[in-house]
């Protein structure tokens, strides 16, 4: 009885580093103490105030969950779990597009999604193959309702898996990212993203020398990339990439 237990607070341990980095610690610690979830509570609050100070020792910052600038993470989901950590010319680099975008279109919000965790390069991010160093970062679209822009919103809660149709060159495999979750779409509202505003951004995004690639699906590519040589498919092993936009240094 007691290996089983151990077993479910190392299973539950290990879940939690994987979807935080730092909540499996702050789990085992916390078995230590008698009110173990209040305890649990605490020494994950601690380790997540004590990464937003020592990260940035390392080489990663956070993008900010709150406030009314030009960039801010999309939902205080990412900020809880230690996904907005990124390098400092990544989010000078995505703070600075930002800015531009809201002096072309006033009023205009760049959501971030996922970034990467506080610390350690090579520790992946799930379900992302490739955010494991603190220089790439998720991009939402910007949407509008019936030709109206929508500041600040996604057609999603989290701004992924509202996949935008059009034609996939890649084929049917198993196992995938490239879900298609078809029963999870008409959940969604009917948006679409913003044509002036996705050109502008994915033009300003090829021309910053700091952006080193841009992935999108080729779809979209081809409809508000203009041709940019950063702008590439991802990938048929990749996650799709027609429901936001990837960047990295």
């Known amino acids: 009885m007691r290996i089983g237990r151990v077993a479910l607070h190392l299973a539950l341990a290990a879940v939690l580093t994987v979807l935080t980095q ?30 937003l100070m020592i990260a940035p020792l390392f080489g990663r910052v956070p993008i900010t969950c709150h406030g009314d600038g030009p960039l ?7 900020c809880l779990a230690n ?18 975008m809201a002096r072309a279109h006033p009023g205009t919000v760049t959501l971030a999604l996922d970034g990467n965790f506080p610390f350690l390069n090579g520790f992946p991010l799930l379900p992302h193959l490739s ?31 509202a996949f935008e149709p059009g034609e996939s060159t890649c084929p049917p495999r198993f196992p995938t990212l490239r879900w298609d ?15 002036e ?4 951004a994915l033009r300003l995004l090829s021309r910053d020398p700091r952006i080193g690639k841009i992935f999108l699906e080729p779809h979209l590519a081809a ?10 498919f991802q990938g048929c092993a990749a996650a799709r990439h027609d429901d936001h936009i990837h960047i990295q240094l």
């Open 223 to 232: 409809k508000f990339g203009s041709g940019a040589p950063k702008i590439r």
């Open 197 to 200: 505003r996705m050109r502008l």
């Open 72 to 78: 801010v993470m999309r939902s205080w989901v990412f």
């Open 131 to 161: 955010h494991r160093d603190g220089r790439k970062l998720d991009l939402a679209f910007y949407y509008a309702d019936q030709g109206r822009y929508l500041p600040g919103q996604t057609r999603s809660p989290l701004g992924y898996f």
């Open 83 to 100: 996904r907005n950590y990124v390098a400092h010319d990544l989010r000078d680099a995505a703070t600075d597009m930002a800015a531009k």
């Open 22 to 51: 730092l909540g499996g610690l702050a789990w085992l610690i916390s078995r230590l103490f008698r009110r173990k979830f209040l305890a649990f509570a605490i020494l994950y609050a601690g380790l997540w105030l004590g990464a």
């Open 181 to 195: 979750l078809p029963w999870l779409q008409p959940l969604w509202p009917d948006y679409a993203p913003e044509p």
